[in-house]
């Protein structure tokens, strides 16, 4: 069973983040979606989760009824200090404003938990919608206390 696009682009997207994180860091904990995170993250283990959001349709030309689709990617850094925070969502902000692989990704009959990816294009940054620091203020879980969010948008080229 093939993914859908937008499925696509949200699995490319973490599978590239992961091997920019791995290649230049240790110890670090990538997980799809936000409520992994939490389980994740500890004192020691800064952790970056990774998912879609929203899906902004755009016509490929006036009338058509062919779209391209700018996807939101947001991810969430729970760094261990604010000096990690900081160094980590630089790097990550680095490495998302190019190109990455885009996969289609589908299901192994043979093992129904196994996903496999193979390349058919590219993904490609388009802005930058935030890039902050979030501050719960006080008495806030511990892995909220150096925080931060970058969401951008991106479009399957």
């Not at 391209?68 to 900081?86: C, H, K, M, P, T």
């Not at 043979?110 to 006080?138: A, C, H, M, W």
């Not at 008495?139 to 969401?151: F, K, L, P």
Request: charged share 20%; proline share 2%; glycine share 6%.
């Amino acid at each position: 069973m093939n993914f859908r696009e937008f499925r696509n682009i949200e699995l490319s997207t973490i599978d590239y983040i992961e091997s920019q994180i791995n290649a230049n860091w240790s110890n670090i904990s990538t997980v799809k979606g936000f409520q992994n995170a939490y389980s994740n993250w500890t004192s020691t283990t800064p952790v970056v989760a990774i998912q879609s959001g929203s899906i902004d349709p755009i016509r490929k030309e006036v009338g058509s009824t062919n779209f391209n689709y700018n996807v939101n990617i947001i991810v969430n850094i729970f760094g261990i200090s604010d000096a990690n925070r900081l160094d980590l969502a630089s790097f990550l902000s680095e490495s998302l404003k190019g190109t990455w692989d885009y996969k289609e990704y589908a299901k192994d009959s043979g093992d129904p938990e196994q996903i496999v990816g193979t390349q058919t294009g590219k993904i490609r940054y388009v802005s930058t919608v935030e890039n902050n620091k979030l501050d719960f203020g006080e008495n806030v879980e511990s892995a909220d206390n150096t925080r931060h969010i970058i969401s951008i948008m991106v479009v399957k080229s």
